[in-house]
């Protein structure tokens, strides 16, 4: 079992930048591949990226590649999720997500409680 809990959403300006993080409870971080969520209103949750236990491979969807980047700092149970160019549609709580092994590149076995990120045209 791990927990998550999300920090670092806001409101911001569009072409603005964001950093969310993510701590995850318990001495097993290593073993999770871990991921980032979104959901806009109306809408149903997508997947923005992924990062594999090792930290060596990523995954991120098509609306994001380029502006966004994800990392882990194993020593800090954390991960990140770097956030650029922000545009209006990028609007949405975002949510940490934590897989086991089989769930790579989807990682979703675990959900943190979501951050609200708000971009301003």
């Known amino acids: 079992q791990v927990q998550l809990v999300e920090s670092g959403g806001g409101l911001v300006q569009a072409g603005g930048s964001l950093r969310l993080s993510c701590v995850a409870s318990?001495?097993?971080?290593?073993?999770?591949?871990m991921g980032w969520y979104r959901q806009a209103p109306g809408q149903e949750r997508t997947f923005v990226a992924s990062i594999d236990r090792g930290g060596g491979m990523t995954s991120y969807a098509e609306s994001v590649k380029g502006r966004f980047t994800i990392s882990r700092d194993g020593d800090k149970n954390r991960v990140y999720l770097q956030m650029s160019s922000l545009k209006p549609e990028d609007t949405a709580v975002y949510y940490c997500?934590?897989?086991?092994?089989?769930?790579?590149?989807?990682?979703?076995?675990?959900w943190g409680q979501g951050t609200q990120v708000t971009v301003s045209s």
């Open positions: 318990g001495r097993t971080f290593i073993r999770y591949n």
């Open positions: 997500t934590a897989g086991v092994a089989g769930t790579w590149p989807r990682p979703s076995d675990y």
